[in-house]
């Protein structure tokens, strides 16, 4: 694992100029609403798949583990 943290640190610093550049090429011929459409879709793949990428077990998302953590509104209504 040691090994790929330079490629990680280039494969970064590679796709932040990439990124950059791209994002000024889409606000001037798209718009900046799609721009932050496209950063935003970018971002939340990235999101979605590091857990896989880093070969770690998928853990819950945020929302998951709140309805796991909180009460059922059944549950409550019952007892109120």
Known sequence: MAQLVPWVWGINGSTSVLGSVLAISIAINLGFRVTLVCGLLV?????????????????ASPIEALRQSAPSAAA???TA
Do not use: D, F, P, V
């Open 43 to 59: 971002y939340g793949i990235a999101y979605l798949t590091a857990g896989y990428i880093a070969g770690g077990e998928r853990k």
């Open 76 to 78: 409550s209504r019952r």
